[in-house]
């Protein structure tokens, strides 16, 4: 039965202010490193003369540091997500201060990229989708969608600041950059406004009592192991796994990428790529709310393939925005698949703990793309081979979303 209009105004008349906030913390958030670190990579080969495969190799190292996040996700069960969210801001913050310091030892980099990425999974929707989840159920694709977003706007807004930072004074200065926005911005809306619906009174009435009744809360919280061990939940690892590779290897090398096809404003078109994923996000998360979101994932991820081959130089020039569109689009869509699935099929008492382990598989994806993308363009001097290997591994996952199940009965 589809909910009322009247449903779901509701649903955003208690809950738009918890998103505002958690779009905020998105903006500022690890996902911004994320947008912005291919604008590092030029400026660090000429600072210390690291080669591209050195630095895409630390920052994939930091990432392999998400291993904290199903530890991470489950304080956020156990402890509430302000707490550690508050955390992960403060540890990131530090972090970007302790690379502005850099005197050009890689060793120097490596460490402090570990830590980053043991503390990023807490700036993420791991903690921000937490707490969205638990004031929507009827437009929940659209509000996760809306947080998602805030990762694109901060690119957009803040990219354009970074760049001429590190044009300014060197690596550091966008470093700087990315811990002062951290703090000034991030943290005191998270201290200040991020909060858990804690009653389940409010926004769903009786029928969230009826969804999720007191005395069968613990008996669904015990149970999450058994979710992990289902068919669902490999899916869905298989297909966020080998989205991100493709997505991660194209954006942290996205200036280069650019520059190599004989572009001279890169900006221009990552604050395009930034714009095609925050339509992306808020779309397909609209989309989700109601179409098959298998089948719309599956749609998306097949335009990232053809995003991917666009980009090779045998492709027309002109073809490059276009290519840029999809891969934004597919990037978009990788956060909303991930938030909306395990929403739609976990349940909220086991969200972080389950969001933490699939976003663990993610990374992992994200690793090798970065990875792959940095050393195949060391080996070939090209970024042909690696676009060819990212469209040929999403492949997979298009198949991975169309045999999941619609939904699983939390029961």
Known sequence: ??????????????????????????????GLYHYVSSLFVIPLETEFGWSRGDIASAAAFGMMGTFS???IGRLADRIGARRVGIASILTMALCFLALAAMNGTYWHFLAVAAVLGLAAPGCTTLIYGRVVNSWFEHGKGLALGVTAGGLSIGAMLFSPLIRTMIELYGSSGGYITLAALMLGLGLP????GLRERTSLDG??????AETDPPDRVQQISSRWLH?????TFWRLAVAIFVVNAPAAGILTQFEPIILERGDTDPTFLLMVFALAVLI????????FDRFDARRVATIVTAGGIVGSLLLTSSAPVSMVLPAVILIGLLQGAETDVLAYF???HYART????VYGMLFTISMLGTAMGVIGFGHLFDRYQSYDAALIAAAVVLVPACFAYLSMPRRVALS
């Open 350 to 353: 086991s969200f972080g703990t």
């Open 189 to 192: 809306f998270v201290a200040f």
């Open 280 to 287: 992306g996000r808020i779309g397909i998360g609209g989309l």
């Open 227 to 231: 979710h992990l061990r289902g068919s």
């Open 69 to 71: 996040a199903p530890v």
């Open 203 to 208: 926004v769903h009435g009786s029928q969230a």
């Open 342 to 344: 395990v929403a739609r």
């Open 1 to 30: 039965m589809n909910p009322s209009p009247s449903t779901k105004r509701l649903e955003w008349r208690q809950g738009w202010s918890v998103v505002a906030v958690a779009t905020v913390a998105m903006a500022t958030g690890a």
